[in-house]
C-alpha cells in the first residue's frame, strides 16, 4: 500500500516561493524515482520535476532555474522549491511516486499565484 500526501500549497503573490512536500508511507520510497506534476483548469497534467533513486533530477523548461525538487529517504519526503513564482505556475500540484512501473499519486495541492 503506498500514500503520498501532499503539503504546502496555497496562496502567494507573484515573485513570491512555496515549498511543497509529500510525505510517503510506503517502504518502497528510496528505490523509487518521485516526481512532482501539476494541472491547471482544462490542461492536461504535466511533469513539474523529477528526481531519481541516484538523484539525477529533470526539469521542466518552464521551470528551470526556478524550481529544486529534492527526497530526504530517512523522512520518506520528497520537495519541490518553487521561487519567483509566476501566475503561469498556478494548479494543483500533485506527488507521484514511480516503481517498476506502478505509478501511485497523491491528492494534489492547491498552489495560486496571483499578480
Known amino acids: 500500500q503506498v500514500q503520498l500526501v501532499e503539503s504546502g500549497g496555497g496562496l502567494v503573490q507573484a515573485g513570491g516561493s512555496l515549498r511543497l512536500s509529500c510525505a510517503a508511507s510506503?517502504?518502497?520510497?528510496?528505490?523509487?524515482?518521485m516526481g512532482w506534476f501539476r494541472q491547471a483548469p482544462g490542461n492536461q497534467r504535466e511533469l513539474v520535476a523529477r528526481?531519481?533513486?541516484?538523484?539525477?533530477?529533470t526539469y521542466a523548461d518552464s521551470v528551470k532555474g526556478r524550481f529544486t525538487i529534492s527526497r530526504d529517504n530517512a523522512k520518506k519526503t520528497t520537495y519541490l522549491q518553487m521561487n519567483s513564482l509566476k501566475p503561469e505556475d498556478t494548479a494543483v500540484y500533485y506527488c507521484?511516486?514511480?516503481?517498476?512501473?506502478?505509478?501511485?499519486w497523491g491528492q494534489g495541492t492547491q498552489v495560486t499565484v496571483s499578480s
Open positions: 507521484n511516486l514511480k516503481w517498476v512501473g506502478n505509478d501511485y
Open positions: 510506503t517502504t518502497i520510497f528510496s528505490i523509487s524515482t
Open positions: 528526481i531519481t533513486t541516484s538523484n539525477s533530477q
